[in-house]
């Protein structure tokens, strides 16, 4: 029997209501602090001067404990509030005012972050607005049981109704125009408490709007209460701009911090003009180094600030959506010394891949995740634009400035490497702890007989060594300051043995030289080994949690392994004379290892 039209409409829907909304729920919002963003991007957007997220909690029941959950959770604004024809629109998935493309100039554009946002933590979203006095409010809602059960289809039609008189004793935005988003049977939020939420929400939207913070555009309070009694239990605070360059005053960042730039900016900021569906625009790359006080041991609370901002921040017209990772070496804490980001229009959305909940610009973060020698797969830049250019690969426009990021950041790693590497050389030469141990046990041993091409020169004046040991330095490519510093350190002290950091242009890990009777051996950072096992050892161990020295301890083990598997494979390949010379190296090493490392 055939079917009839409306049999076909009502059980073939190309897209069923109810199973579209339970899908929505799971739309990738990161937790409930990036859910609330949305809310706070259409505030701004409708001109906003100041945003409240309000959390309201209710004590209840567990055993013999009574304990304070989140039941509710509101943002309230004074932007211009909405018409019903508008508000009904707004509650619709993937439908708004701002999605014809003349209209993507600011930070909303998709059509899909109230209701889309709501459903991903709630199952019940009502709103208020308004635009002549809070009394005058039109009233909505969605609520997925109406949904899911009843078979609901369209958005309700606004009617006017009064604002809960809970949300008048919390709020102060209540002016001429406005609107109030609230959140009911919350069912997937990340934290259970308003304090949890607002708290792990502080830093995220500091960071997400610290440039409309900085410039007064908009301000920010948080509030959580018991809903029993809300004027009674309320306790805010003012969000302030979380700057992952740290070049904005009076921001989150702790004391002496907070009220100067914990960095500076590195150069200038670096524009590139971009060619995209017939038109061009302007994407700015900006970078920022520590200064050389936010550096020190004293500075703990700053550098634990920092450890929460390591990345490049992707912000699309002025807002932040990503603070992206993809560049960053987990493992070395100094990544927090550098900060980098780079600032687009909303016309270059599609270009970036933005995502409809702007938690993402996938394209550029593509780019970001790959090694550089797999991007280019031996291929010049240009050889590598041009193809993606015929193969209509979206990210080509962005390589130019994928890669002057990374070089960028490399160059950055070698000012802060250069400047740590000083200072702890410094330290290294005040203990001198090795270098005594290793000083005695080569006397006992020439004592026993055995001699070394350096140990004529240890008669020489005192001073004429101190001159020809700072020339050897100096000449291996270590700083005068610290060349004489060293030498003087080392021959007063009478050791035999001086280590030093150097960028030698060679495949060695170090370099052993002889002179005025003392052995130098020149560790190359610029081998992979000295990050692998020295550096990474040496690193500051003031105010590093257990977990931070772990993976530190686990990933020299690490480089220990991987330079003995390289001595090895090194055997491995070698044949006849060679090996064997190779294998009677290794074992003579390792009986003077054995006599040096051995206490008396």
């Known amino acids: 029997m055939e079917a009839t039209a409306t049999q076909t409409e ?6 069923p209501t109810h199973l579209a909304v339970r899908a929505m729920r799971d739309n990738g919002y990161k937790n409930t602090a990036y859910a609330v963003a949305e809310l706070i991007d259409n505030a701004i957007q409708a001109g906003a001067k100041q945003v409240e997220l309000l959390c309201g909690e209710q004590t209840v029941q567990q055993g013999a404990n009574n304990l304070s959950r989140i039941n509710s959770i509101a943002v309230l604004d004074n932007g211009g509030g909405m018409t019903p024809e508008v508000l009904r629109m707004a509650l619709q998935f993937g439908n708004g005012t701002r999605l014809n493309p003349e209209h993507h100039t600011g930070i909303g554009r998709f059509g899909m972050g109230l209701p889309a946002s709501s ?14 006095g809070v009394d005058s409010a039109w ?31 919390v709020g102060q935005s209540f ?37 409309f913070l900085d410039k007064d555009m908009v301000k920010i309070r948080m509030v959580e209460f018991n809903e029993a009694n809300p ?30 730039p914990m960095f500076e900016q590195w150069g200038n900021d670096i524009p590139f003009k971009v060619k995209f569906n017939g038109k061009e625009h302007e994407v700015c790359v900006r970078f920022s180094l520590a200064k050389k006080e936010a550096r020190e041991k004293g500075n703990s609370g700053g550098l634990s600030h920092a450890k929460k901002n390591v990345g490049v921040s992707i912000v699309r017209a002025g807002r932040e959506l990503d603070l992206d990772q993809g560049l960053v070496i987990a493992y070395d804490p100094r990544e927090r010394w550098w900060g980098a980001e780079i600032n687009f229009p909303p016309a270059l959305d599609e270009l970036f891949g933005v995502s409809n909940n702007k938690q993402a610009a996938r394209n550029l973060s593509d780019l970001f995740s790959l090694d550089q020698d797999e991007m280019l797969n031996g291929e010049t830049l240009q050889v590598v634009k041009e193809r993606m250019k015929l193969e209509n690969d979206p990210k080509g426009p962005l390589l130019d400035i994928v890669q002057q990021i990374r070089a960028n950041i490399k160059v950055l790693r070698g000012q802060i490497k250069d400047a740590v ?24 041993r020439q004592e026993q007989g055995h001699t070394g091409k350096s140990d004529a020169d240890e008669s020489l004046p005192v001073d004429v060594k101190k001159e020809q040991l700072t020339t050897s330095l100096t000449e291996s490519g270590v700083p005068n300051k610290e060349a004489a510093e060293l030498a003087a350190r080392t021959i007063s002290n009478g050791l035999k043995y001086a280590f030093a950091d150097a960028s030698v242009e060679t495949a060695a890990f170090f370099s052993v030289k002889p002179k005025a009777g003392v052995i ?32 530190r301890l686990t990933n020299a083990l690490d480089g220990l392994k991987l330079l003995l598997s390289a001595w090895a ?28 490392l051995t206490n008396n």
């Open 10 to 15: 009502t059980h073939y829907d190309i897209v």
């Open 119 to 132: 459903i991903s933590q709630c199952t019940r979203v009502d709103v208020w607005t308004w635009q002549n």
């Open 139 to 169: 009233h909505t809602c969605l609520d997925l049981d109406n949904i899911l059960h009843d078979g609901q289809k369209l958005v309700p039609k606004p009617t006017q109704s009064a604002v809960p008189a809970v949300w008048k004793k």
């Open 175 to 211: 002016e001429l125009s406005g609107t109030l988003i609230v959140w009911t049977k919350i069912d997937r939020s990340m934290w259970r408490t308003a304090g949890g939420l607002i708290k792990n929400s502080e830093l995220l939207i500091g960071r997400v709007y610290r440039k």
């Open 231 to 260: 004027k009674e239990t309320q306790k805010d605070k003012w969000a302030k701009p979380n700057d992952p360059l740290y070049l904005m005053s009076n921001s989150s960042c702790p004391a002496p911090w907070d009220k100067e």
């Open 421 to 444: 590497v000083g200072t702890r050389s410094k330290a290294r030469h005040e203990l001198s702890n090795a270098e005594a141990t290793a000083t005695q046990k080569t006397k006992e």
């Open 520 to 551: 130098t051996v020149i560790l190359n950072t610029d081998h992979p080994v000295y990050d692998k096992l020295v550096d990474i050892l040496e690193e500051d161990v003031d105010n590093v949690d257990i977990a931070t020295l772990k993976e």
């Open 569 to 596: 494979r090194y055997e491995d390949e070698l044949e006849g004379p060679r090996k064997s010379a190779a294998q009677d190296a290794r074992a003579d090493w390792g009986r003077i290892a054995r006599d040096f």
